[in-house]
C-alpha cells in the first residue's frame, strides 16, 4: 500500500525536502498504463510551489515478468503546456537508474517505488501548468506505470508511440491520472507582507497629551484652592 512506500512517503526524501507536488493514491482497480519502450506517457501537472526539482519519486509494477531487472533505467522528461498537451520540445530530460523498493501488491503483481535524484534540475513555478513523462527501457507491454486516484479530476493522461508521434488522449477513466511525487530542496516561499510598526501615538500626539495632562493637574489643583476658601 501507499503508506508502505517509502519513496512516496518520508524515508527517501533527502534532509531539507519538500513537496512540490505529488499524486499518491492508488487507483486499486487497475495496474495502470503502459510507460515502455513502445509508448510514451504524459502526465499534467500545476507546481504547489516553486523551487528547483531535485528528487521524483512513482510507483510501477508489470504484467509480465514480475521485477525483470534488479536495477532499471528510466526517462524522465518535463515538458511545457502547449494548449492541453505537451509541448513538442521537452524542457528537461535525464536518463539514469533509478532506485526500486518493493511496496506491496497491485492486482497480484509485486508493487514498486521508483526514486531518482535529479541534479542539475529545472525550476518549476507554481501555478504553472507542466506535463511529466516517465518511461522505461523495458520490453513493450511490460512495464506499467501505477495509475492515481489523486489529481485533476479532469486528468487525461496522453501517450505517444515516438519522440515524433502526436499525443494522444487515452480515453481510459482509470488511468487519467498517474502516481508521482515532485520533491524539491529549495521551496521558494512568498514572505507575508511586511508588517509596518503602528505607533501608540501619532506625531505629535505625545505633545498634545502633555498637554492635556498639564490642564488636568491644574484644574485640579485650582480645584483644591476653591475648596479651601470657600
Not at 79 to 91: K, M
Not at 156 to 163: A, E, I, K, P, T
Request: with cysteine; net charge negative; charged share 10%.
Amino acid at each position: 500500500s501507499i503508506g508502505t512506500a517509502c519513496a512516496l512517503a518520508l524515508a527517501c526524501f533527502p534532509a531539507g525536502a519538500a513537496v512540490m507536488y505529488q499524486q499518491v493514491g492508488i487507483e486499486t482497480g487497475d495496474r495502470g498504463a503502459f510507460a515502455d519502450s513502445c509508448q510514451q506517457l504524459a502526465d499534467e501537472f500545476v507546481p504547489l510551489s516553486s523551487g528547483t526539482l531535485t528528487q521524483v519519486t512513482w510507483q510501477g509494477s508489470y504484467y509480465g515478468t514480475d521485477n525483470p531487472n534488479a536495477t532499471e533505467s528510466f526517462q524522465i522528461r518535463l515538458f511545457a503546456d502547449a494548449g492541453g498537451a505537451p509541448a513538442n520540445t521537452h524542457l528537461f530530460e535525464i536518463s539514469a537508474l533509478a532506485s526500486k523498493v518493493a511496496a506491496g501488491t497491485l492486482i497480484g503483481k509485486t508493487l514498486y517505488d521508483y526514486a531518482m535524484t535529479i541534479p542539475g534540475g529545472p525550476t518549476l513555478n507554481s501555478g504553472t501548468t507542466y506535463w511529466i513523462a516517465i518511461n522505461t527501457n523495458e520490453p513493450c507491454g511490460n512495464y506499467a506505470w501505477t495509475a492515481s486516484t489523486d489529481g485533476p479530476a479532469s486528468g487525461n493522461l496522453l501517450h505517444r508511440s515516438g519522440d515524433l508521434g502526436s499525443w494522444n488522449a487515452s480515453n481510459e477513466p482509470l488511468r487519467d491520472n498517474q502516481v508521482f511525487v515532485l520533491n524539491t530542496d529549495t521551496v521558494v516561499v512568498i514572505a507575508p507582507p511586511k508588517q509596518v510598526p503602528v505607533p501608540l501615538f501619532a506625531p505629535g500626539a505625545l505633545a498634545l497629551l502633555g498637554a492635556l495632562l498639564a490642564g488636568a493637574a491644574a484644574l485640579r489643583l485650582r480645584s483644591g484652592r476653591v475648596s479651601r476658601t470657600g
